[in-house]
């Protein structure tokens, strides 16, 4: 058997960085492979000098730059950066903040994950950053809901959700956000949690709770979602069409159809009852979206057609096995939280 050798890496994280920051500030519209794995092996060490190279540019470059990798890091699952947005979570720029925990949910790593939490319970954290990062945990409440996820660092995220949820103390809009996020549990206390919302005084919490109901994906919901379809309130309207969409039973069909009678539904609220249509793919729903294709009103065509070619696609997807192992097991060698 031939003896196994290691080869040194061709570029050094630091000098990755540098070079990808350098590429990005000269509008370069492709990064370097070699560059990007470079700075995903940014660790602890490099720590200082990481920050000091971001430092060095005004708070627009490094917000570009953040979204920059994050969308490399959509674009190959290879790229763990989940070090580099660890650092840029202590950005003097709460916007950088912000793109930080969407960098950091790309990650699907358990140190992502903790920082995300961390955020979302931090009282010094500015709001609107503590709702993204509430927000990306509901993608790993749903992870632990259905398996994919088992570390344990991931088993505080719920309850801190419903903690976060059930706060009168919080801001209302944050408390919204949980419920929505924590929603996708199938444990008994969801229900209650959603209809307390729904009957809240508070609009955001009301509005939160149309939005959970849909998330939550129970049939029941509907009865529920067909009053907040004539609701007084637009977003109302608007959540309502799209959470029956999220639900995808045959019995929410109907409800749609009858928005197209109503003289009071605007384009907005008839584009998001075509594409909830699409989502349930239903034999009826599918009819209807193929009558919808010679619509008069030109947008709601061309909604139609992405709303079909959406359900062809979730159809050939419906044979995906998930994998037997979570992606939250694994995390960067050399983690970076301060």
Known sequence: MPESREYPDAMAP?????????AIASGASDLEPEALHAVSRIGSREHSAAREQFNQLESPERFAAADRLRQAAVSFAGYDFTNLFAL??????ASVRTVAVHGLSVSETADATSLMLATAQSQEEETSVR??????????????EIGWASDERTLGVVPALRALAEDAL????LRA?????????????VAGLIEDAFDSDDAALHLGAVQAMGRNADESWLSWLEGSLYSEDEDERLAAAMAIGEIGSEEGTPLLLDLFDDATANEEL???????????GSEEALEQLE???????PSLRSAAQDALTQAAEADD???????????DEAGPSDPLID
């Open 14 to 22: 630091l000098d990755g960085l540098r070079h990808v920051l350098e």
């Open 88 to 93: 840029l979570m202590a950005d003097g720029d």
């Open 131 to 144: 709702m993204e990062a509430v927000t990306a945990l509901g993608a790993v409440a749903l992870r632990l």
């Open 170 to 173: 919080e801001d209302e809009q």
């Open 177 to 189: 956000a949980a419920i929505a996020s924590v929603a996708v549990m199938s444990e008994a206390w």
């Open 270 to 280: 008839l584009a998001a009852a075509v594409g909830a249509l699409g989502e349930i």
């Open 291 to 297: 009558q919808l294709r010679t619509h008069p009103d």
């Open 317 to 327: 997807f419906s044979d995906f096995e998930p994998p037997l192992d979570s992606i």
